[in-house]
């Protein structure tokens, strides 16, 4: 997906911005240098036009009833996914392990082995998160229930809204188990072997946690935040700039 067709990603970027500029202490107008990420089946087509979306000057903006003057004055671009495995690096460095990125709209999926990604070994499905939620209410529809998609992702997160039936939350725990059991499945189909240590990454697989921990397929899963990916994109930015 490029994410240069609008102004999301970017708007997405300046409360990150915001927050950085505050922890630094720094008043007035600020340059700055922007660590972002793209999914690793994507990289190498639009890592360049990623970057030039984001440079610009005069920025004006108000976070937090703040006003903000910046300058983007230089803007890297990383992969997403080994971003994040780069936060634990020194545990898989001497091993070959699998990372699973689960975001939204897309699962990203590679091997790394002794610290290097695998190219070959780089594949994207379209069927993340959403997909589930989407299904799920679209099956809870057929009895005439309609709920938001933060209730669905509470239930399925385990926070029990204790406002639902119990075969509602039912319904949602049999079909997260199943997109869990399929997911991994179609991975498997790629040639990935579950035996090797598998690092979960992204919002979807913080959520998914539970389901993925008691599948039979997974031998031993290490999780990552849905942050992971920013604190990596902030550690190899710092080592660019250090050289």
Known sequence: MDKTVNQ??????????????????????????LGVGLPIVSYGTLKRKFREYFL??????????????????????????????????????????NVIDIGGYTIDFFRVENGII???????LHSGIITLIANIQQELLKTNIKLTET??????????PV???????????VMSEEYVEN??????????EFRN????TGGGSMLLQKYIEESRRVKYADFLDQFANARGYKILLEQELRR
């Open 197 to 200: 240590p598998t690092v979960f």
């Open 163 to 173: 406002l639902f039936e119990a075969d509602i939350k039912e319904i949602i725990k």
């Open 8 to 33: 999301d990603a970017f708007i997405l970027s300046l409360p990150a911005i915001a927050d950085a500029i505050n922890k630094a202490g720094v008043e007035g107008e600020v340059d700055v240098i």
């Open 183 to 192: 997911i991994l499945a179609k991975i498997e189909e790629y040639g990935f």
């Open 56 to 97: 610009r000057r005069d920025i004006k903006f108000n976070f937090n009833k703040k006003d903000y003057t910046i300058n983007i004055v230089d803007c890297r671009t990383y992969t997403q996914g080994y971003s994040a495995l780069i936060t634990v690096f020194n545990n898989y460095r001497n091993l070959l392990c």
């Open 151 to 160: 209730q669905i992702q509470d239930i399925i997160a385990g926070k029990e």
């Open 118 to 124: 695998d190219v070959s070994s780089c594949y994207s």
